[in-house]
């Protein structure tokens, strides 16, 4: 079992900042890769950002260039870095992590772009 535990997120208007947390407690961390999802109202979740336990870093096209993901294994923790946030942003925001067959998900955080 693998706990995640979200923090940040909040209003923010187009061409702001913003950073989510994302810890995982009591967990073996350093070796697996994490990950960022997002659900916009009516849509299905999508992927947004994943960072390898090696720190090999992926974007989503739609992100590339303005979202930042990382990682501090001392923290037991993953970050996602989003600056020039556009309206089309707004989502809750997940982060994720697999261990082999089972996926577990942090709470979700709110992203709301609007000015």
């Known amino acids: 079992q693998v706990e995640l535990v979200q923090s940040g997120g909040g209003l923010v208007p187009p061409g702001g900042s913003l950073r989510l947390s994302c810890a995982a407690p009591?967990?073996?961390?350093?070796?697996?890769?994490m990950g960022w999802y997002r659900q916009a109202p009516g849509k299905q979740r999508e992927w947004v950002a994943t960072?390898?336990?090696?720190?090999?870093?992926n974007y989503a096209d739609a992100v590339k260039g303005r979202f930042t993901i990382s990682r501090d294994n001392a923290k037991n923790t993953v970050y996602l870095q989003m600056d020039s946030l556009k309206p089309e942003d707004t989502a809750v925001y997940y982060c994720?992590?697999?261990?082999?067959?089972?996926?577990?998900w942090g709470q979700g955080t709110q992203v709301t772009v609007s000015s």
């Open positions: 960072i390898t336990g090696g720190g090999v870093k």
């Open positions: 009591g967990s073996i961390f350093s070796i697996y890769a």
């Open positions: 994720n992590t697999d261990r082999g067959v089972l996926r577990y």
